[in-house]
Antibody
């Protein structure tokens, strides 16, 4: 069965970076794009960007272009998102999700990032 | 970017009641519209894709429809387990993918 397993919650200091992981299983990793979505507390969902695990091609929401960097490791079927120069505005839950042709059919369990000194 | 205006923002309904949630697209998006349910503390789950197709394992009381640029999610007979927040997502003019603002569904 398809599963996207995300890394655990992170507490990071302002100005620092954090790298989140999303390990895929139950399907051929390189056959589906992986997207990342942000959900601030009590707010709606925001699309951050996606990566093609086969080619490494990425596309970002303009809002997150200088904030997020998406990568993959095909040897471990893992997608990563690094968030840089963190501020309190980056405190949120982040999800990875699989693209099944425009819609998102499987989601990771989410990882809460808290930015605090 | 295409804007998705979702309504209502919150909704209180009784068990077995019919519930309808709508998303209005700012321009034509064809059938590139999906619906998601998010239960408290959980990840979103796909309910409807292609505006009207039911995702695997989703109860048949959920249905999606389209009228022009207005999209609707209908729950035919509300159950306790349907409580949560519902989101629409457009993928026509993507990137960027854009979500609606969400509808919080509660029991009356």
């Amino acid at each position: 069965q398809v599963n996207l397993l995300q890394s655990g919650a992170a507490l990071v200091k302002p100005g620092a970076s954090v790298k989140l992981s999303c390990k895929a299983s139950g399907y051929t990793f390189t056959d589906y794009y992986i997207h990342w979505v942000k959900q601030s507390h009590g707010k709606s969902l925001e699309w951050i960007g996606y990566i093609n695990p086969n080619s490494g091609y990425t596309n970002y929401n303009e809002k997150f272009k200088s904030k997020a960097t998406l990568t993959v490791d095909k040897s471990t079927n893992t997608a990563y998102m690094e968030l840089s120069r963190l501020t309190s505005e980056d405190s949120a839950t982040y999800y990875c999700t699989r693209d099944s042709g425009g819609d998102f059919d499987y989601w990771g369990q989410g990882v809460m990032v808290t930015v605090s000194s | 970017d295409i804007q998705m205006t979702q309504s209502p923002a919150s909704l209180s309904a009784s068990l077995e009641e019919i519930v309808t949630i709508t998303c209005q697209a700012s321009q034509d998006i064809g059938n590139w519209l999906s619906w998601y349910q998010q239960k408290p503390g959980k990840s979103p789950q796909l309910l409807i894709y292609g505006a009207t197709s039911l995702a695997d394992g989703v109860p048949s009381r959920f249905s999606g429809s389209r009228s022009g640029t207005q999209y609707s999610l209908k729950i035919s007979r509300l159950q306790v387990e349907d409580i949560g927040i519902y989101y629409c997502l457009q993928a026509y003019s993507a990137p960027p993918w854009t979500f609606g603002g969400g509808t919080k569904l509660e029991l009356k």
